[in-house]
């Protein structure tokens, strides 16, 4: 019976290609995006589980004032001796019981220097220390390659790991255990090498390095719970242990104040988690996740619905055949088994179709979200398992329903005009709420995308506070040497199509953090931002204010001068800010305030500036401005308008001069703006490409069903046209009952759309206002695609001449 159904539903599927075709080329497109997505998804959450026991390790995050912090400082912070950096790492297992294990270490993405022995010169972009390597390497899972285990290897101090990437880039084919590296000005031996970590990991690293001491003020620390550990109990004890490693934190009665208190963030949470400070690993808004496993599904919709309207109607143009089989003595479930045969047959044939179409374009589809997605995941047996199960659950789906209704007809019924007429009924009524749920869906879609759209450019290009035009940022410019920044900004502005020099925050800063209060109240405002700036920052971030000009006509004998945004003057209740007095830090004991902190004067008020993602409210913000910096971590260069290239070949001649052996660092404030905003950037090049997919299979099925159903309709335009009936009064005719189809799609579709968009929009504290006029241009582009689509073949059946088509009546 099977091998019956199978040989008729492959002669049936032949003998209308043209309606299989748009119907394969349909599902094939919906279940790749569906296995797109969800490979995508797969990997986005399975982001470190790749370690062993991944469940039961945590990150440790400070709060602090109004943020929160991934690195736990050390107690003499930069000055901190290697007893220090060590102690909370390993005080943890010897007195918390629910901690197993702990380390801490830190991964660094400035350039390093590494020469081999042969002298060759490379450069690492990636580079983890760790004064706890054996820790670190119990903590953390990593396929040893070479050499002894991990464990061993980052036992003794200049001892260096590589992976088999940076192992090959050093050594070529030689056996690099027991080599030795200059790393910097350090001697390192190679003592193991490791798989490349999987890039869905954030303990990345082209080497790793067992140290004395790490060059930094603190580190993340990860810890290993015990079995069936509760992680709130676990951190009340770890809190009272960093008490006593850092006494500061009690003693000190500033420290003591910013600190809002400490918790365990679990491993496998950090992925899609708000980014904490100085956590530089890539991060996912998990709405964005659920956007894209939304929009697939909708596809898949379009295409089953695309599926079940041609079914519909292919079916009943098979009214004989069915009152032939059912005159014959075939039993209703003979007939419905057939149809879902065909229907199952087909789907299943669109599964290796689709799964080639997303092997196709996965190349490009990481090169946009920024993956490294590999293509064998999508020959994973649940992979496979889950396209085959959908296939086949879309395909039954699909044509489960003209099964049942064709099935159930009595002969009689199937004798006469039935479906293929055109005619009425509850198929009739399934079809137009069908394609009515399709173009909902494109309104959606279409007017999302334009909203998407529509805030990203809002960001990118809206009134930033600064200029960024011909702004470029020397990156590695950092000295404690004033002398050493004074000589680069003199030679840089030596040239005429440099216009300004200055030091100082730039677009995607971290911030740092201060509590402020004023001397007439006893209020502490936790959520204020400190900057320490120089004068030619100004000039360079295109910032005008007649303090900063003072201040450069008197050159370095200027003093210091403090400014506040708008924001901060708003926050302290200054109406008129200049003359006020604040106070950084109030409490401090290292501050020269009677009362501990730092008094300063408000020179100025500057404009709120977007420095941070438009995502974020702009923080109240104190702006210390120096004529020279003492210690300087970057350069900020204007160029003259359509000077830029001759400038930067200028800067690049100066840093040779200045800097010989350092590597030349350079980013166009342009692009560090445009980086901000890279994953809603990401989403909406996504976003409008499954959109425009979507539109396109709609119209490619509408199109479809609109052909087959006019052709059914042939004499009946016939008749008209021999009663007198123009061609515009069929063509308005058949349009009629889309256009209705459409409004209620509207109706339906634009508030759904509203709420989706002001759901997104309410992600950002600075958004665009919301409008009509994107719901509107998507109904009118639906209201397009149908008449189109309806007048294009109702005017070709309409120009047929009625007698050739009446001629059989």
């Known amino acids: 019976m099977l091998r019956s159904y199978l040989r008729l539903a492959i002669r049936t599927l032949r003998r209308r290609l043209g309606y299989t075709a748009v119907n394969v080329i349909g599902l094939t497109v919906g279940l790749a995006c569906c296995a797109l997505v969800a490979v995508f998804l797969q990997y986005e959450l399975s982001w470190d589980t790749h370690h062993e026991d991944a469940d039961r390790i945590y990150r440790i995050l400070r709060d602090v004032r109004s943020s929160t912090y991934s690195t736990i400082p050390f107690e003499d912070y930069n000055g901190a001796s290697a007893a220090q950096q060590r102690a909370l790492a390993e005080r943890l297992p010897e007195t918390v019981p629910g901690v197993e294990q702990a380390t801490n270490f830190e991964i660094f993405d400035d350039p390093l220097y590494v020469r081999t022995p042969d002298g060759s010169a490379f ?5 983890l220390m760790t004064t706890m390597g054996p820790a670190f390497a119990d903590l953390f899972t990593f396929e040893l390659v070479a050499g002894v285990p991990l464990a061993e290897a980052l036992t003794r101090p200049a001892s260096v790991v590589l992976t088999r990437t940076s192992a090959r880039q050093y050594f070529g084919d030689e056996n690099p255990i027991g080599q030795t590296l200059r790393i910097d000005t350090l001697d390192a031996t190679v003592r193991a ?6 890039a869905n990991s954030r303990v990345t690293f082209d080497l790793a390095l067992q140290v004395n001491e790490m060059p930094n003020w603190g580190a993340y620390h990860f810890v290993r719970l015990a079995e069936g550990a509760d992680p709130d109990a676990v951190m009340s004890q770890v809190s009272q242990v960093m008490n006593e490693v850092r006494p500061r934190r009690v003693d000190d009665p500033s420290v003591r104040q910013e600190r809002k208190g400490e918790r365990l963030q679990a491993l496998a949470d950090i992925h899609l988690a708000d980014r904490a400070l100085y ?18 599904v909708l596809i898949l919709v379009i295409t089953t619905v695309n599926y079940a309207n041609l079914a519909l109607a292919l079916y009943a143009d098979r009214n004989a055949e069915i009152g032939v089989r059912k005159a014959m003595g075939g039993y209703r479930r003979q007939i419905a088994g057939q149809f879902l045969v065909e229907a199952g047959l087909l789907s299943l044939a669109c599964v290796p179709l689709a799964l080639g179409l997303c092997a196709a374009v996965l190349p490009a589809f990481n090169a946009l979200m920024e993956t490294q997605i590999a293509a064998t995941r999508l020959v994973q047996p649940s992979v496979l398992a889950a396209m085959g199960g959908l296939a086949l659950l879309t395909g039954l789906a699909a044509g489960g329903y003209p099964a049942s209704v064709l099935a159930r007809k009595r002969v009689v019924e199937l004798f006469g005009r039935g479906l293929s007429s055109g005619g009425g009924g509850r198929g009739w009524s399934l079809r137009h709420g069908l ?4 173009f909902v869906v494109l309104i959606g879609l279409g007017s999302l995308s334009w909203i998407a759209y529509d805030q990203l450019r ?41 216009q300004a020099v200055g030091t100082g925050e730039t677009p995607g800063a971290a911030g740092n953090g201060q509590n402020v209060k004023t001397p007439e109240r006893d209020v502490i405002y936790d959520d204020f931002y400190i900057e320490y700036v120089d004068v030619g920052w100004f000039g360079a971030m295109g910032i005008e204010h007649p303090v900063v000009d003072q201040m450069r006509e008197a050159g370095l004998s200027a003093p210091e001068r403090v400014f506040i945004n708008r924001a901060a003057a708003e926050r302290l209740g200054f109406d008129n800010p200049v003359g006020e007095e604040i106070i950084q830090e109030p409490g401090s004991e290292d501050g020269p305030y009677p009362e501990g902190g730092i008094l300063h004067t408000v020179a100025g008020v500057l404009p709120n500036m977007h420095l941070r993602p438009m995502r974020q409210k702009i923080k109240p913000t104190i702006f210390r401005v120096f004529p020279a910096r003492s210690y300087t971590f970057n350069a900020v260069v204007r160029f003259a308008p359509g000077r830029t290239d001759e400038g930067m070949q200028h800067v690049r001649e100066v840093w040779s001069e200045v800097r010989p052996d350092a590597p030349f660092q350079a980013a166009f404030l ?24 979507a539109i396109l299979l709609a119209a490619i099925g509408l199109a479809s069903l609109v052909a087959y159903l006019t052709r059914l309709r042939t004499k009946e335009i016939g008749v008209r046209k021999a009663l007198g009936g123009s061609t515009q009064s069929i063509v308005a005719l058949l349009n009629k009952e889309y256009v209705q189809i459409v409004g209620a799609a509207f109706a339906l579709g634009a508030p759904l759309a509203w709420l989706a968009a002001d759901w997104w929009l309410g992600q950002f504290a600075y958004r665009i206002d919301l409008s009509v006029w994107p719901f509107l241009a998507a109904g009118i582009g639906a209201l397009v695609v149908a008449v189109a689509a309806v007048s294009t073949q109702a005017l070709q059946t309409a120009q047929v001449d009625p007698a050739r088509v009446l001629r059989s009546e």
Request: net charge negative.
């Open 123 to 127: 450069q690492s972009e990636r580079y």
């Open 670 to 693: 342009s692009d560090r703006v445009a980086q901000l905003y890279d994953q809603e950037r990401r989403f909406s090049t996504l976003a409008a490409v499954l959109s425009g997919l």
């Open 193 to 198: 090498v490791v798989a490349d970590p999987p």
């Open 435 to 438: 394609i009515g749920l399709q």
């Open 279 to 296: 956590d530089d690993t890539p991060h996912r808004n998990p709405a964005y996740l659920w956007a894209f496993g939304a929009i697939a």
């Open 458 to 498: 809002f960001m990118q290009s809206g009134d930033l506070g600064y200029q960024t035009a011909g702004v470029v940022e020397l990156t590695n410019f950092q000295t404690s040497d004033s002398t050493e920044y004074l000589r680069l900004k003199q030679r840089l502005e030596a040239s005429s199509a440099v």
